[in-house]
């Protein structure tokens, strides 16, 4: 299958800092790619969809101006957590797709953010 | 209602058992359907997609029934390898063009020796 690779796999930071999180694609071109949000024994649940050169589609009650997603190119989306609070802690997970409806997507390896 | 609904679980279930887990959904015109597999801390793996026809990968059967709207996964002869959280997830319908999935809550899966 496509490979998607997600850095980092984990990292910690103090409160009111922030953190980017990186997803690529590898060996295929994503023109969409999917960030979700895992809290513990909870599902993954969609943020945001990104289309390669264009503004992201927030899901809602996602605060855009918080999650800040960029997706300038057709291998590289990233998620910024700005002014991350212990609250935002969670297992974020990123999704890439080559455009084709119906096709499953393939996904990065998740980083677990914890905010202290 | 949640747009996409699992038991959670756990099941616990002896090695060589038979275990079924299904999953319904609320979009009557949702179009693709998968099933995952997500270790503790991990992200979820394609495990099998789910054909109206079904279909049947080695211990693994997937089943589809739109009329009832769920989705059905069957382990035959459980490993305890198998345990685990699985994960059915739904895309969208094809005018809306949402290509994201929706996920199942997870049923996790306990296969003990």
Redesign the interface.
């Known amino acids: 299958?496509a490979v998607v690779s997600?850095h980092p796999s984990w990292v910690i930071c103090k409160s009111g800092t922030s953190v980017k999180i990186e997803c690529r694609s590898l060996d295929f071109q994503a023109t969409?790619m999917?960030w979700y949000r895992q809290f513990p024994k909870?599902?993954?649940?969609?943020m945001a969809?990104s289309n390669e050169g264009s503004k992201a589609t927030y899901e809602q009650g996602v605060e855009k101006d918080k999650f800040l997603i960029n997706h300038a190119s057709l291998t590289l989306s990233t998620l910024t957590v700005t002014s991350a609070h212990p609250e935002d802690s969670s297992?974020y997970?990123c999704?890439a797709?080559d455009?084709a409806?119906?096709?499953?997507?393939?996904?990065?390896?998740?980083t677990?953010l914890t905010v202290v | 209602r949640k747009e996409v609904e699992q038991d959670p679980g756990p099941f616990n279930v002896p090695e060589g058992a038979t275990v079924a887990f299904n999953c319904t959904y609320s979009n009557s015109a949702s179009?693709?359907f998968?099933w995952y597999r997500q270790d503790c801390?991990?992200?979820?793996?394609?495990l099998m997609?789910v054909y109206s026809s079904g279909n049947e990968d080695g211990r693994f059967t997937a089943q589809l029934n739109r009329a009832s709207q769920y989705i059905s996964l069957l382990i035959r002869d459980s490993k305890l390898s198998d345990s685990a959280t699985y994960?059915c997830?739904v895309?969208g319908p094809?005018d809306t063009?949402r290509?994201?999935?929706?996920?199942?809550?997870?049923t996790r899966l306990q296969v003990q020796p």
Do not use: C, D, V, Y
């Open positions: 299958g997600q969409t999917f909870q599902s993954l649940m969609l969809t297992f997970i999704s797709s455009g409806l119906n096709t499953e997507a393939f996904f990065g390896q998740g677990r | 179009q693709s998968f801390r991990k992200e979820p793996k394609l997609s994960l997830a895309n094809m063009g290509r994201a999935l929706t996920f199942g809550s997870g």
